[in-house]
């Protein structure tokens, strides 16, 4: 259930009611600034399809126009858990996002 701010019109609501923030610069302002972009980042880089998207634009960059869900899903896989291994070797740190371990399940992978 989504509790915030409702619009009458629309009955669309937020789940965190918008802040409006002072042109004057302030220390409380820009730290509001500060928390709020990155607060935003955070969300759309751990959303759940930010992997698959990565993984599908980087493989049509790099490789190949039409992948298959299969190699999507194992770059998605490398990108979410941040390694990758193949032939006895290791690739990543083993944090969410590891672009090692990306970059080498789109080259390495059969």
């Known amino acids: 259930q989504v509790h915030g701010v ?3 019109y629309t009955g669309y609501s937020f789940r965190n009611a ?10 409380t302002t820009t730290r ?8 935003t980042l955070d969300h ?6 930010t992997a698959p998207f990565l993984a599908t634009r980087l493989i049509q960059r790099l490789v190949i126009s039409n992948p298959s ?3 999507i899903k194992t770059v998605a896989t490398a990108f979410v858990g941040g390694i ?3 032939g006895g070797n290791s690739f990543g740190r083993g944090k969410y996002g590891d672009m090692a371990a990306t970059i080498a399940a789109i080259y390495l992978d059969r």
């Open 18 to 27: 918008p802040h409006f923030m002072s042109f004057v610069p302030s220390e």
């Open 6 to 8: 409702t619009s009458g």
């Open 69 to 71: 869900p299969r190699y």
């Open 84 to 86: 990758y291994e193949t």
């Open 44 to 49: 759309y880089f751990y959303h759940d399809n």
């Open 32 to 39: 509001d600034a500060q928390f709020e972009t990155e607060a």
